[in-house]
T-cell receptor, first 115, second 116 residues
């Protein structure tokens, strides 16, 4: 169990550019979540996957945001035409939902700064 | 939707003393209450969790209590040490075996400082 891995750790981009983040969950976990955390706040739910199916999206996830988990393993979160308000820490978490549920385990996040 | 309130926002205690952080939730259907510790530059790390069929759970120096009637749960840290300094978040969700989205709603966090 190597934990949830997120890349890159930091990303600085100019307003209007597109960015993509990657998350590698704990290998046996079938659920993968994306959260966003702004300074001084708790994480806010964005979306989650059960295997490769995206099952729920928060209203926080505007149409500039898209997430995929093509083979039910790693996931990507893309933000198009970034805005300064997108600056935040983007956290990925994974868990196993089944007979023996596991808690959500978070990665160390990708910190996005939009200039 | 669920709303979780957390108090206090900052807490300073002398090393060796106890720290208590309190949270309330709004959705009576919530049945799972984890606590996370977040250190600077890192993601939240689970430290303890409790389900609604249990009133109290303890793990060494950390304990959590739950009052379902009042929709209130608390984190207790005893014999605090400098390495306990961090931001602590409570959260709530509806969790069932094999289904449910486990969407955690977090509180706004408590910055705990242990004074040596």
């Amino acid at each position: 169990d190597t934990g949830v891995s997120q890349n890159p750790r930091h990303k600085i981009t100019k307003r209007g550019q597109n960015v993509t983040f990657r998350c590698d969950p704990i290998s046996e976990h079938n659920r993968l979540y994306w959260y966003r955390q702004t300074l001084g706040q708790g994480p806010e739910f964005l979306t989650y996957f059960q295997n490769e199916a995206q099952l729920e999206k928060s209203r926080l996830l505007s149409d500039r945001f898209s997430a995929e988990r093509p083979k039910g393993s790693f996931s990507t979160l893309e933000i198009q035409r970034t805005e300064q308000g997108d600056s935040a820490m983007y956290l990925c978490a994974s868990s196993f939902l089944g007979q023996d549920n596991s808690p959500l385990h978070f990665g160390n996040g990708t910190r996005l700064t939009v200039t | 939707g669920e709303n979780v309130e957390q108090h206090p926002s900052t807490l300073s205690v002398q090393e060796g003393d106890s720290a208590v952080i309190k949270c309330t939730y709004s959705d009576s259907a919530s049945n799972y209450f984890p606590w996370y510790k977040q250190e600077l530059g890192k993601g939240p790390q689970l430290i303890i969790d409790i389900r609604s069929n249990v009133g109290e759970k303890k793990d060494q120096r950390i304990a959590v209590t739950l009052n379902k009637t009042a929709k209130h749960f608390s984190l207790h840290i005893t014999e605090t040490q400098p390495e306990d300094s961090a931001v602590y978040f409570c959260a709530a969700s509806i969790r069932w075996t094999n289904f449910g989205n486990e969407k955690l709603t977090f509180g706004t966090g408590t910055r705990l400082t242990i004074i040596p």
